[in-house]
C-alpha cells in the first residue's frame, strides 16, 4: 500500500516545445538566486504503479545547476534488465543525451556544481554518461558535483561515481513509505540497489542525506516526512513501513547515519569549514536532543526530540521556554 499522503501529479507552470527547451536555457544568461522554472511535464501511468511525481526542472541555486526529471512512471517493465533500468530512463525520454551534455558543459563552463534528478536507473546512467564526457574535458572532482535521489543504482554506476568524484543525495525516508509497493512490482530482487547507503559507503562515495519534503506539516507522514532521526533510524535498520527489513547489508552505522546529515552534507555545500560539525570556530548551529543518539535502543533513535535548537548563538528554540534574544558566546574554546 502506498503512503496515503502521497501526491501524485504536479501542474506545470511553463511548458516549452521539445526544440525550445534547450536553446532557451542556454540563452537564459544571468540566473536569480534561486531562479525556478518547471519546463514541461508528462503523466505516463502504468495500471500496476500509479506513484507519479514527474516533472522537468530547472534550478539554480548559489551555483549550482539543477536540471531534473524525477519520478517513477513505469511504462515497461522490460525496458531493460536488471530491473532499475525499467524504472525509468528519465533523461532519454524528456531530452536527448547531446543536449543535456549541451546544457551541462554551459553550466560547467560557468564553474557551477552540477546535479539531476534522476529517478531511475535509466536515468542515472543517463546523467554519469554526460559527466563522464565532461570529466574527460575537465577533472569535475573540484565541483562536487552530485546525482539527486538515484535511488535505483548499480554497482558500475556506483564505481564511476567514485572515479570521478561524483557525491550522492539520498532521501532513506523512500525506502521507509515507497519501498513496499516498489517491491510488489519489481520483486525482491530488482530492489537490491534501492537506496544502497552501504555499498556507496565501501565505495567510498559521500552521502549527503534529505527529505526530499513537499507537501504537509506532520515531520514523519508528510510528503516526504522530513525528521532527520526518522531518516536516520531507517539508514540504520533498512526497516519499511511493512515492517520488512530491505537488504539489511546496506545498512548505515549509527555514526555514519549521522555524519549523513552534518559533516557529509557540509562538505557537499563546500561549507565544511564553518559547519557539519560541533569545533571551535565553527558556526554555534547545533540541536540538544532528549536521549544518546550513540547509545539508545535502536528504535528509540525515531523518537528522538529536540529539547533546544541554537542558531547563530542563539536559542531559537527551547521546549521549556519562548525563544531568547541572547547569544551563547562563540568564542574559540567555548
Not at 530482487?189 to 549527503?208: E, H, K, Q, T, W
Request: with cysteine.
Amino acid at each position: 500500500m502506498l503512503h496515503p499522503n502521497k501526491s501524485f501529479s504536479r501542474p506545470a507552470t511553463t511548458t516549452f516545445r521539445k526544440d525550445e527547451r534547450v536553446e532557451w536555457l542556454l540563452s537564459w544568461h544571468g540566473l536569480e538566486y534561486r531562479k525556478y522554472c518547471a519546463l514541461g511535464i508528462a503523466d505516463h501511468r502504468h495500471p500496476a504503479y500509479t506513484f507519479h511525481r514527474h516533472w522537468f526542472q530547472v534550478k539554480t541555486s548559489a551555483r549550482l545547476l539543477c536540471l531534473g526529471s524525477d519520478g517513477i512512471a513505469v511504462r515497461d517493465l522490460n525496458i531493460w534488465k536488471p530491473m532499475r533500468r525499467a524504472c525509468g530512463a528519465m533523461f532519454g525520454w524528456w531530452n536527448a543525451p547531446d543536449k543535456l551534455l549541451a546544457i551541462m558543459r554551459a553550466a560547467r563552463d560557468r564553474g557551477w556544481q552540477l546535479t539531476a534528478h534522476s529517478q531511475g536507473g535509466g536515468a542515472v546512467d543517463t546523467l554519469l554518461d554526460v559527466f563522464e564526457k565532461l570529466n574527460r574535458e575537465r577533472l569535475l572532482r573540484p565541483t562536487r558535483s552530485l546525482v539527486m535521489h538515484a535511488s535505483f543504482q548499480s554497482p558500475e554506476a556506483i564505481a564511476l561515481m567514485k572515479s570521478m568524484g561524483i557525491l550522492a543525495d539520498v532521501q532513506p525516508i523512500w525506502l521507509y513509505w515507497d519501498g513496499p509497493a516498489l517491491e510488489k512490482v519489481f520483486g525482491h530482487d530488482g530492489m537490491r540497489y534501492f537506496i544502497p547507503l552501504r555499498s556507496y559507503r565501501n565505495s567510498g562515495v559521500v552521502l549527503a542525506g534529505g527529505s526530499d519534503h513537499m507537501i504537509g506539516f506532520d515531520k514523519n507522514k508528510a510528503t516526504n516526512g522530513y525528521n532527520p532521526f526518522l531518516s536516520m533510524w531507517i539508514a540504520v535498520t533498512r526497516r519499511m513501513s511493512n515492517g520488512a527489513v530491505l537488504y539489511p547489508e546496506e545498512r548505515l552505522t549509527r555514526q555514519e547515519a549521522l555524519r549523513m546529515y552534518t559533516s557529509w552534507p557540509a562538505y557537499m555545500q563546500f561549507n565544511e569549514t564553518n559547519r557539519g560539525s560541533l569545533e571551535p570556530g565553527k558556526l554555534a548551529d547545533l540541536v540538544v536532543i532528549d536521549r544518546d543518539y550513540l547509545t539508545c535502543p535502536e528504535d528509540d533513535i525515531k523518537k528522538i526530540e529536540p529539547v533546544m535548537t541554537i542558531l547563530n548563538g542563539r536559542i531559537a528554540y527551547s521546549a521549556n521556554a519562548r525563544p531568547s534574544t541572547g547569544t551563547i558566546s562563540r568564542d574559540k574554546g567555548n
